[in-house]
């Protein structure tokens, strides 16, 4: 266990820095942050942030000196630097980077463990992709391997004449046939240092160009009969990485059942309810696994929750959000809007 007041190290500057710093202050730990040059909104919140590169071993070496435990809030955080910091004192384990960044290894790893993503293709040359439509059909989703988020590199193909048409980015890519889903779901779990898994309630989530709009409860009939299977290939996942912390697998329900999407191996914005809806949240449950203190209920606190991103605009009106019974404004404090740009959310409750 970690020692009380010991500093926990996380890589990455974001919310979830953000809010994981905040969990671990309320059991007594102090943090530090990594995290390259950027609007690190974590720094308002932790002791101090390294802004260095992510390949910077001098720097990561003295971070590193100075942290009990480490883990990260980012996915895209490079395996060699995870790997950088001491065995034994990363959670989770790099080897979960390794697998959930390359979409391609993930799909054929959560298939080995009996898991069903979108009919997929490798695509490394445009006649890659002119044989996968074929094959597959169209629509589809063209989707770089690596350093996707939030819809980011990703092209829909309406058709074959659509994938002749494009322009193919130099890097390794994917094409996944369109799946007619009825709606989307994430399980969420928490894995502690001795293996225990809980897992929260799943929410029904809404996108909108790709991005998470609201995450719901209850999540409706459909989902709820999907779920077991669902947390079932969780599990499975999360015990073949010996996963220690917060573990997403993102979902989409149909009519033959779960399809796989997508895995975080980290705490999710489809988890963000959870701050208060659940008797314990994902940032405070990520932060006890981390330091092998005993993982809290993750029971759903309420009839009904609804958490609401504010994507791409200022946060003007915390006076009319704050108005409203049992509704909680979470503004992550970025200087700068950008279109797309998570800037906060909001949870209201209905108890
Ligand atoms: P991703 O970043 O892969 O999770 O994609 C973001 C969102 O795009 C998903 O949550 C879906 O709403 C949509 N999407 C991605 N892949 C597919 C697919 N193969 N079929 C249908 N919708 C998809």
Known sequence: M???????????????????????????????????????????????????????????????????????????VPVATASAMPEGRIFPHPRALETAQDRLNEKRFVEGLGGRPAAYARIDSPSD????????????????????????????????????????????????????????????????????????????????????????????????????EARELARQVADALRYVGVLTLEFFATREGPIFNEMAPRVHNSGHWSIEGALTSQFENHMRAVAGLPLGDTATAARAVTMTNIIGAAIKNAQEYLSQPDTHLHDYGKAEVREGRKMGHVTKLER
């Not at 020692?3 to 890589?11: V, Y």
């Not at 953000?18 to 730990?29: F, K, Q, V």
């Not at 932790?46 to 003295?62: G, I, M, P, Q, Y």
């Open 2 to 76: 970690l020692k009380r007041g010991g500093t926990i190290g996380i890589l990455g500057g974001g919310q979830l820095g953000r809010m994981m710093a905040l969990s671990a202050a309320e059991l007594g730990y102090r943090t530090i942050a990594f995290a390259p040059e950027g609007d690190n909104v974590v720094s308002q919140v932790c002791d101090d942030v390294f802004t260095n590169k992510w390949d910077d071993s001098a720097a990561l070496a003295a971070f590193a000196a100075r942290c009990d435990a480490v883990t990260w809030e980012f996915e895209n």
């Open 129 to 228: 992709l002119e044989a996968a439509v074929d094959r597959l059909g169209a629509p589809g989703i063209l989707k770089t391997r690596r350093d996707g988020y939030d819809g980011k590199g990703q092209w829909r193909i309406g058709s074959l004449r659509d994938a002749q048409a494009l322009r193919l980015p130099d890097v390794p890519l994917i094409y996944e046939g369109f799946v007619e889903f009825d709606a989307e779901f994430s399980v969420i779990l928490v894995r502690g240092q001795d293996g225990e898994i809980r897992f929260w309630d799943s929410t029904r989530n809404a996108h909108e160009d790709g991005i998470l709009a609201t995450s719901s409860l209850p999540a409706g009939e459909l989902i709820e009969s999907q779920v077991g």
